[in-house]
């Protein structure tokens, strides 16, 4: 295991205290149980954002604290649901008066730890609103979910949220926006190597030297099929299809399109996937009018990267452009 | 090899396909010459600031390409300069009239290209300012260069200089500042893996499981040792103490402190690393006023971490503060 970490077990204490230091502008860290905050939570009034889910997916959720994102983040250990008492503790630290938006990816543990926090939340008197995100169409049901998965549209959906609880919008509001952008973003991922979760210190799965995993999971979950190694444009295809395929909107649509590297995969390569993920939307009649490229939903060192499509109107492109202010993503200030 | 790419040999031209088509509001790409520009160039009046080099180290430099950073870009073959012509061309393309600034990484092949192309374009009657970043304290000579290899502190002298264009100095206080910032920057890195030029198709080296490599340049080129597999603080400290011994300045000074990934290593890792750093640079009695970290000159998929430290005066802060509108950093607007 070739990683730069000190003890397995010290990681991701050791990642929010680099955090402390580096970002004391835009976040406050909490320790046991660990969240990460707005630095000028709560906001009196404001609907408040939440996510969380475990760690080793950097930049999500920690990486999008901040002004016009997330209120606050709950890192769980590596590939680890965080627990009910670190969602409650920042849920009551975030809570504004105007309700707290859960924003939840479809995984059980994620699902049964959010809604034990929600019940305890609510019995303070807080409002309190929750969304699970499902927009993955490699499997339907796999190791860690009943149902899809959440991955890539997790990432839009906490910037347009956030940007519209910024701008005042109330709680049900913003909950009924995220179910939206929930039901307009479609997902697949895809793996050129396991990545290795340093407290188990081996590789999560074997995958030869000409093979790939098409379909897998954040957390290296079995996806579709495995396959012999292919072009980058045959790759392309074979995630755009099936996306394209289940989208519940037509040609001429705008869309955001999302290209987004498991942690492993240089930038060189995801643009090389742009370029062919973007001629395919285009083809089939999508408008393609915005668009985010880079790591931002990871799986530790995972060499692979995934592909989003979110159909976008007047309102998401508005929210979307709106000024943003965390570590991992940031315009506008 | 396991890569998103087609054939090796059209990586760099499908990347640049795939920019075009993600960035036209920021950027315009030329073909045969490879260069990117800003879409809005040649601004007239203003001193425009070039860069270039090999491919491969991603977003750096035609990431950086837009309004406050760089006016072109001239990306070279994978680890390969770029040409003369490359040069010329974008220097012409990007001439306002008020000269051109070159900024060489202190590389063989960089160096006689961007000379040849300095004289070209002089013969042209344009003016041009050159400066050669050398900021690697790792070797004096190595496989590509004589003297000091240029690594992390150009992607903070293109954020700088391109500021300082912005704000209408001319081009002898841009070259000025940035042989400023060259003479304050100091940089060093090391990898944990190997990487793989797409038409090599093998590793450049071969780097045992317990084994790290201390010092190593961009294109994976020797540093000062291999040692056995350490930890993330004692690899920090490793390169933390040649920086701290090299810096020609003094406790109390502001600095700004940059943990660039080198590919393959996930943010949380940086994470854990630039706590250290950060622990290590206040104990000297360095004050940490800004920081970077991420993916910001890489070499492929290469795992492992650079480190550089910058000292900041007020004009320095105040032009890294400066808005920035590029694919790979953008802050206020």
Request: hydrophobic share 40%.
């Given at each position: 295991m070739k990683k730069?970490?000190?003890?397995?077990?010290?990681?991701?204490?050791?990642?929010?205290?680099?955090?402390?230091?580096?970002?004391?502008?835009?976040?406050?860290?909490?320790?046991?149980?660990?969240?990460?905050?707005?630095?000028?939570?709560?906001?009196?009034?404001?609907?408040?954002?939440?996510?969380?889910?475990?760690?080793g997916h950097e930049?999500?959720?920690?990486?999008?604290?901040?002004?016009?994102?997330?209120?606050?983040?709950?890192?769980?250990?590596?590939?680890?649901?965080?627990?009910?008492?670190?969602?409650?503790?920042?849920?009551?630290?975030?809570?504004?008066?105007?309700?707290?938006?859960?924003?939840?990816?479809?995984?059980?543990?994620?699902?049964?730890?959010?809604?034990?926090?929600?019940?305890?939340?609510?019995?303070?008197?807080?409002?309190?609103?929750?969304?699970?995100?499902?927009?993955?169409?490699?499997?339907?049901?796999?190791?860690?979910?009943?149902?899809?998965?959440?991955v890539g549209?997790?990432?839009?959906?906490?910037?347009?949220?956030?940007?519209?609880?910024?701008?005042?919008?109330?709680?049900?509001?913003?909950?009924?926006?995220?179910?939206?952008?929930?039901?307009?973003?479609?997902?697949m991922g895809m793996a050129l190597t396991s990545c290795t979760v340093?407290?188990?210190?081996r590789p999560t799965f074997d995958l030869p030297e000409n093979e790939m995993e098409i379909g897998i999971g954040i957390h290296g979950e079995?996806g579709?099929?495995r396959l012999p190694l292919a072009s980058a444009?045959e790759i392309t295809?074979m995630l755009?299809?099936?996306?394209?395929?289940?989208?519940?909107?037509?040609?001429?649509?705008?869309?955001?399109?999302?290209v987004n590297g498991m942690g492993g995969t240089p930038l060189i390569e995801l643009y090389v996937v742009y370029?062919?993920?973007?001629?395919?939307?285009?083809?089939?009649?999508?408008?393609?009018?915005?668009?985010?490229i880079g790591p931002f939903i990871t799986s530790l060192e995972m060499a692979g990267m995934s592909i989003?499509?979110?159909?976008?109107?007047?309102?998401?492109?508005?929210?979307?452009?709106?000024?943003?202010?965390?570590?991992?993503?940031?315009?506008?200030?």
């Open positions: 730069l970490i000190n003890k397995p077990e010290d990681v991701v204490r050791e990642e929010l205290e680099g955090i402390v230091v580096a970002h004391p502008d835009l976040v406050t860290v909490h320790f046991d149980p660990n969240y990460v905050i707005r630095a000028d939570a709560p906001v009196k009034g404001k609907a408040a954002v939440i996510s969380g889910g475990g760690s930049p999500m959720h920690g990486g999008f604290v901040g002004v016009g994102m997330l209120d606050a983040a709950c890192p769980g250990a590596v590939f680890t649901s965080p627990t009910p008492d670190q969602m409650l503790e920042a849920t009551k630290a975030v809570n504004g008066g105007a309700g707290v938006l859960h924003i939840v990816k479809n995984y059980t543990g994620d699902i049964m730890n959010f809604e034990m926090a929600a019940d305890l939340a609510r019995s303070e008197g807080i409002e309190i609103e929750s969304v699970v995100i499902n927009d993955d169409v490699a499997v339907e049901d796999s190791l860690y979910t009943a149902g899809r998965r959440g549209t997790t990432v839009l959906a906490e910037k347009v949220c956030g940007a519209a609880a910024e701008a005042g919008r109330p709680i049900k509001e913003v909950a009924e926006l995220c179910r939206k952008v929930n039901g307009w973003g479609r997902s340093p407290h188990a210190g079995p579709r099929k444009d295809a755009m299809e099936p996306i394209l395929g289940d989208l519940p909107y037509k040609a001429g649509d705008q869309v955001l399109l999302f370029r062919k993920a973007y001629e395919m939307a285009t083809k089939h009649g999508l408008k393609v009018a915005r668009n985010l989003t499509l979110l159909k976008l109107d007047d309102d998401l492109i508005k929210l979307w452009d709106a000024p943003v202010k965390t570590p991992g993503l940031r315009w506008g200030m």
